[in-house]
């Protein structure tokens, strides 16, 4: 009860990923919703639709966060907050960390939330895969030379990190 007195505000956000969650099970899909909002206002909302697109990306919140990079004109969702009605699966959570989202309420755990579920394999053609990205940070460099010294700190910083 205390959770949902903290959120009492904003129960209107989650209300509206659990009509999308709705609309979801009625087309067969498993019922999630998402909603993305910023400054008080929704900018973006999603439902799985797997079965009906066919694709294993085709989850909630990842139909919001495209929503809100449409919207927003831009891939960084800084100030933004995620409103589910299910547990971010490791797909949707590394989506969502990547989008740089602020804050994320959930309504209800996964069952093996955190779990991929599958073998991973790490390191496999690593430097191979280093150098890919070392050669387009050195192309980047060049092109842009640093001409401040913030600039030059983080030129510097790639420079130690090998990249």
Request: hydrophobic share 45%.
């Amino acid at each position: 009860m205390g959770i949902e007195r903290e959120f009492l505000p904003e129960k209107r956000f989650m209300l509206r990923a659990l009509e999308l969650a709705r609309e979801a099970g009625l087309a067969g899909e498993v019922p999630v919703g998402a909603v993305i909002v910023r400054g008080g206002s929704i900018i973006a909302q999603g439902r799985n639709r797997r079965e009906e697109q066919k694709s294993a990306l085709a989850h909630a919140e990842i139909e919001a966060l495209a929503g809100a990079c449409k919207a927003l004109e831009s891939w960084r969702l800084e100030g933004c907050q995620l409103y589910v009605t299910l547990e971010p699966c490791p797909m949707c959570a590394g989506a969502v960390e990547n989008a740089r989202i602020e804050r994320v309420i959930y309504a209800a755990d996964s069952p093996g939330a955190g779990t991929l579920g599958v073998p991973v394999y790490r390191g496999f053609m690593e430097e191979e895969a280093r150098e890919v990205l070392r050669e387009f940070f050195r192309e980047l460099r060049c092109a842009v030379q640093p001409t401040s010294p913030c600039e030059a700190a983080e030129f510097r910083k790639a420079k130690l990190l090998g990249i």
